[in-house]
C-alpha cells in the first residue's frame, strides 16, 4: 500500500467539502423545488430578501425572512411559486432579470414585492412592455368597475334602519329603482318606459293640425296624456327622493338629472305661460312690454324644445341607451380627436377651395367662411349638393375633401362599434348575474323564514293559553 502522506498528497475529508459548500452556498427550498444560490452574488443585493437572508447572522432574523428552515438539509423553506423564482435565481446568478410575460402583471408585481426586487432591476425593453401591460389590465379593471357599478343599485341597506318609515320607504324604493327585486317593480318599469313612448307620441301627434280640433276642457286629447304623463313623472321622480338612503348619491346621479329635466321644463312652460298672459295685457300701448313679451316667447320655445329630452328616460332600463352612453365616455378621447380632425378638414378644404374657385365666374364661395358648409357635408359624405364647385380645380378639391371624408368617417367607426358590442355584451351579462344572485338570495329568504316558521311556530298569548287549560 502506498502511503499518501509521505507522497505529500494531501486528501480532504468529503464531508469537509460538503460543509464548505454549504457555508457558500444558500439553499433555497422554493414549493419542492431547491435552488442553490452562492453568497457571493446573494449579497451583492443585499436589499433583496436572499440578499438580506445571506448577510443575516441572527438565526431569528433568518426565520423571520422564510417560512422555515431544515436544520438537517440546512435549507430554507418558501411556499411560493417555483416557476416564478427560477426567474429570481436567474437574476442572482446572472444579474439579469427577465419578465414573465406569460403571467399576470398584478401576480408578478406581488412576487417581485416579496423578494423586495423592482422594476430598476429589468432590462428596459421589458420594463417598458411590462408597463404597457400593467396600463391595459389597469384599464380593464377600471371598465369592469365601472360597467358594475351601472348595473348596481346605489343605496344604503343599513341606512334605512335608522330612517323614519324605514321598511316602506326599502320596499318603494325597490320598487321604484330596482326592476329585478319583485314582480311589482318589474310592472312598474315596463308601465314607466310605455307611458314615456306614449308621451312622446302624444307630444309628436299634438302638432298635426288635423288632431287639434277634438279637444276638452280647452285642450287637445295628447295636451291630456302629455300632463297624465308628466304628473307620473313627477310623482316617480318625488317617490325616488323621499325613499332614498343616500341623498348625496341622488342628487350626483345622471339618470335623476335627465328625470329632474324631463319633468321641470313643463312647469317652467306653465310659469311663463301666465307672466306671458299679463304681460301680453298691456303690451299694446307699452313697447318696452312687447319687447320683454317677445324674449319671453323665445324662452318658450326652448323649453317646449326641452321636452325631447324625455326619450332619455327610457336609459333607466335600457341596456342598449347605457351602453351607448358607456361607450361615448370610455372613448370620448377618440371621439374628440374625431371632431377635431373633421374641423381641421372643414377649414382646409374650406381655404382650398376658395384659393381655386375665387376669380371662377359664378363661383358661389366668395369667402371662406362660404365654404365651410360646402366642406361640412362633403367630408361627412352626406353631399346636399346645393352649393358646387364650378371649376376643374375645384372639382379636383372636392374629390380630395371627399375622399378624406371616407377615410376619416371609416377609421373610428369599427372601433367604436367593438368598444359598444364588448360593453353591451358585459352589461347584459351583468344583469343577468345580479338578477340571479338576488333570485337566490330572495328564495333563501322566503325559505329560510317557512322553516322558522314550521320548526319555531308562535308561541301564544298567556291570556289565550290560560284560556284554552280552563276549557280543557
Not at 155 to 173: A, C, I, K, N
Not at 276 to 286: L, R, T, W
Not at 443 to 469: A, G, M, Q, T, W
Request: with cysteine; proline share 3%; aromatic share 14%.
Amino acid at each position: 500500500m502506498y502511503n499518501l502522506a509521505s507522497l505529500g498528497t494531501t486528501v480532504e475529508c468529503p464531508k469537509a467539502e460538503e460543509s464548505f459548500k454549504e457555508q457558500q452556498t444558500i439553499n433555497i427550498n422554493v414549493g419542492g423545488k431547491v435552488f442553490y444560490i452562492p453568497k457571493q452574488s446573494a449579497v451583492k443585493y443585499p436589499h433583496t430578501r436572499i440578499g438580506s437572508l445571506a448577510l443575516c447572522a441572527d438565526h431569528t432574523k433568518q426565520l423571520a425572512l422564510c417560512d422555515d428552515f431544515s436544520f438537517g438539509t440546512n435549507q430554507y423553506f418558501f411556499d411560493r411559486d417555483p416557476a416564478f423564482f427560477h426567474h429570481i435565481f436567474h437574476f442572482y446568478t446572472s444579474g439579469v432579470l427577465w419578465i414573465v410575460r406569460e403571467m399576470c402583471p398584478v401576480n408578478f408585481e406581488e412576487e417581485m414585492d416579496y423578494w423586495g426586487l423592482s422594476l430598476r432591476d429589468t432590462q428596459r425593453c421589458c420594463r417598458i412592455m411590462f408597463e404597457e401591460k400593467v396600463d391595459e389590465v389597469k384599464d380593464y379593471l377600471k371598465v369592469e368597475k365601472e360597467l358594475i357599478a351601472e348595473i348596481e343599485v346605489h343605496h344604503d341597506q343599513e341606512g334605512y334602519e335608522d330612517m323614519v318609515l324605514g321598511e316602506l320607504r326599502r320596499t318603494l324604493w325597490n320598487v321604484v329603482e330596482n326592476p329585478y327585486s319583485s314582480i311589482w317593480a318589474k310592472a312598474f318599469a315596463v308601465f314607466s318606459n310605455l307611458l314615456v313612448l306614449v308621451s312622446i307620441g302624444a307630444m309628436t301627434m299634438n302638432t298635426v293640425e288635423e288632431l287639434r280640433i277634438y279637444s276638452i276642457y280647452g285642450r287637445t286629447y295628447m295636451e291630456w296624456v302629455e300632463i297624465f304623463s308628466i304628473l307620473f313623472f313627477t310623482l316617480e321622480y318625488f317617490v325616488r327622493f323621499a325613499t332614498t338612503s343616500n341623498l348625496k348619491y341622488f342628487l350626483r346621479s345622471a339618470l335623476n338629472f335627465v328625470d329632474f329635466v324631463a319633468v321641470v321644463p313643463y312647469f317652467l312652460q306653465i310659469l311663463f305661460d301666465l307672466f306671458d298672459d299679463s304681460e301680453d295685457m298691456g303690451a299694446q300701448n307699452d313697447l318696452g312690454a312687447m319687447v320683454r313679451v317677445s324674449k319671453l316667447s323665445q324662452v318658450l320655445k326652448v323649453l317646449k324644445l326641452m321636452r325631447i329630452f324625455r326619450i332619455l328616460k327610457l336609459a333607466r332600463h335600457s341596456t342598449g341607451m347605457r351602453a351607448f352612453g358607456f361607450t361615448l365616455r370610455q372613448c370620448y378621447e377618440q371621439v374628440c380627436c374625431l371632431f377635431l380632425f373633421i374641423s381641421m378638414g372643414i377649414f382646409t378644404f374650406s381655404a382650398l377651395l376658395h384659393s381655386v374657385e375665387r376669380d371662377a365666374g359664378g363661383s358661389p364661395f366668395s369667402s371662406i367662411p362660404d365654404a365651410w358648409w360646402w366642406a361640412a357635408v362633403s367630408i361627412s359624405t352626406v353631399g346636399y349638393g346645393d352649393v358646387v364647385p364650378v371649376s376643374v380645380l375645384g372639382r379636383l378639391v372636392a374629390f380630395a375633401c371627399i375622399s378624406f371624408g371616407i377615410i376619416l368617417n371609416g377609421m373610428p367607426i369599427s372601433f367604436l362599434f367593438n368598444k359598444f358590442s364588448d360593453y353591451y355584451a358585459k352589461l347584459k351579462a351583468q344583469e343577468y348575474a345580479s338578477s340571479c344572485v338576488r333570485q337566490r338570495f330572495q328564495l333563501k329568504n322566503r325559505l329560510r323564514r317557512k322553516f322558522d316558521i314550521c320548526f319555531h311556530p308562535p308561541v301564544e298569548d298567556d291570556s289565550e293559553k290560560d284560556s284554552y287549560e280552563c276549557q280543557h
